[in-house]
DNA sequence: TGTAAGTGGTGACCAAGGTCACTGTTTTGG
DNA sequence: CCAAAACAGTGACCTTGGTCACCACTTACA
């Protein structure tokens, strides 16, 4: 029987019965920007990378942890409209893949999916908001800290198997430009690279 | 009777028996960061602007128009989380305020509020991510254009009575960076001010 | 095992936008 | 009506981060 906090036996059951269990390996494109989609996913194992675009140019929005949905597929589903972001497995992931014409009915039948949803919603809309703090309000050198020590907490890995321009790429910037400001940090102790890793300090 | 678009009229007559309607002066903080609250606002007349701001810095992130709701007030409330952003009235409003725990109930009780709140949610985070994508994928000449359409467009004022000022502190920048690329789109025929307002061309 | 691809380091330079200082003009309230 | 406050314009300068051109090192795998 799948795990999820909070969701109660019977829906459980409904759902196991009705969804299929995927196992998708690293790396992954699961969701595109412009796509229509008709499941929703809903992560078991691994972690799935929720970002935004455009002509090269990438921001990490947000990472779906084990017991987690996307609430863009929610949306885009259910509305039939087209994603707006992209979304990659950063680990092999088991995903529960929930077919839309069920949930739509799901959520009036049993209360404690449409909870779930709603505390999806909020977690994304605190996650994007954060993100908008960080753009706005703070320098390279503390986005840089804070998207590491995120990156350990979420992977449970310290240190990390990390290359600088995947860092620039999920920060939005350049590899030269996460060269130069990782070096600033390792000479103030805030980390240690070794060959193709970073700690945190 | 408040005319709100697909609600139910038994939600309705439940909305009005037990809820209060306030009439908020322009220019009045209703929400600040930080702030607990009790009560979910349901903008009936006029017109609420949602910001985030650290350190005299501010930015803009979306206006909640009439038949709209304050989502960041929906959890904080149910919750008991405090507000994580400042909303202020921009227009004389009229606003609905629904008591939480009355709102709790109606919510399992009728889904097109269930709904609503979805919806709210939806429309939320689409305007997040725009924010996203306009501060890392725009310059400042675009965002102030975009800036000065949707301020148009959600007022219905053409020619803006605004200042320069407050064109910086809605998009996070300095006043004399408004009046260089004010003087540029002048320039190039986009806009076209006079004394203390700007129209778009 | 050698070569191609990926990775990291670095200096020079550039562009956008933020800051400062100061001026003149407009608006407002007593 | 006048003074104070708010507003707008502008040149000089600074800071951050993006770009470019290289070079050297490591890793993967053919």
Known sequence: MIKIPNLSLALKTQIETNSALVEIAAETEILREGQYIKVIPLVIEGLVKVFTKHEDKELLLYYIQPSESCVMSFTASLKNEPSKVFAITEENSKILLLPVDKVS?????????????????????????????????????????????????????????????????????????????????????????????????
């Open 105 to 201: 009915h799901w959520i009036e039948e049993f209360p404690d999916l449409n909870n779930l949803f709603f505390q999806q919603y909020n977690l994304r809309y605190s996650d994007l908001l954060e993100t908008i703090n960080q753009l706005l309000f703070d320098k390279l050198d503390k986005r840089l800290m804070d998207y590491l020590k995120e990156k350990v907490k979420v992977t449970k890995k310290n240190p990390l198997k990390i290359s600088h321009r995947q860092i620039a790429n999920e920060l939005g910037t350049a590899r030269e430009v996460i060269s130069r400001v990782m070096k600033k940090l390792e000479q103030e102790s805030k980390v240690k690279q070794f060959s193709n890793s970073v700690e945190i300090l």
